[in-house]
């Protein structure tokens, strides 16, 4: 078995937008609980949450790809270019895109854009959905968009287990560059729980 070192990192958490930012905000004790902004929380007995603030996707991923995005996959995009800069990687310096692989998971997907799509077809019906409306939502395409971005042709799936899903997805990227089914692979996961802001 081969030996797995871990070569670059990325991260955009409530407490930072990169991971030395958020590392140094945990060590000085910095909160990322806050009023909730992301929706109207106006009905809701709990009225705080971890968001991510002062993140624009737009400075990370093209105006059309946001539109056609959960946010949830664009912080998961913003988190891979992050690792795949720290470890000193780019389209030149790829090992065999076919021995490069990426497990981003979700606990729950894109809800925000569940919730939208739901609303639309009890709206206007089915016909009112968006075509990109359920790889918006699924799990696996925090994945898939990374893989896209980054070239990677390997191994693109989940693990999906509830809050250990980004731990899981690391344990698993893990084995295959041990067990040498793949050189490189991207792992971790990205979360966004929000409840919908449409009554279904």
């Given amino acids: ?38 929706f109207d929380s ?27 995005r959960d946010r949830y996959q664009l912080l998961a995009h913003t988190a891979i270019q992050q690792a795949m800069q720290s470890a000193g990687l780019d389209a030149d310096t790829m090992p065999d895109p076919y021995r490069v692989g990426v497990m981003v998971g979700s606990s729950i ?11 639309r077809i009890d709206a206007d019906g089915p016909r009112r959905m968006a075509p990109f409306g359920i790889p918006s939502f699924m799990t696996t395409t925090g994945s898939s968009m990374g893989s896209v971005s980054i070239g990677a042709m390997g191994a ?3 693990v999906t287990s509830a809050c250990a899903t980004g731990s899981d997805c690391i344990g698993n990227a893990f084995d295959r560059v041990r067990m040498g089914r793949a050189d490189v692979m991207l792992a971790g996961a990205a979360r966004l729980n929000r409840y919908s802001r449409h009554r279904i």
């Fill in 109 to 119: 997907g894109g809800m925000t854009s569940f919730s939208e799509q739901l609303h």
């Fill in 156 to 158: 693109s799936y989940i």
């Fill in 42 to 68: 106006g009905e809701f007995d709990v009225k705080i949450a971890g968001e991510v603030t002062g993140w624009e996707p737009a400075d990370h991923i093209s105006a059309k790809d946001v539109r056609r």
């Fill in 1 to 38: 078995m081969r030996r797995v070192m871990i070569t670059g990192i990325g991260a955009v958490t409530p407490v930072g937008l990169d991971a030395e930012q958020s590392w140094q905000s945990m060590k000085s004790g910095k909160s990322g609980i806050g009023h909730i902004s992301l």
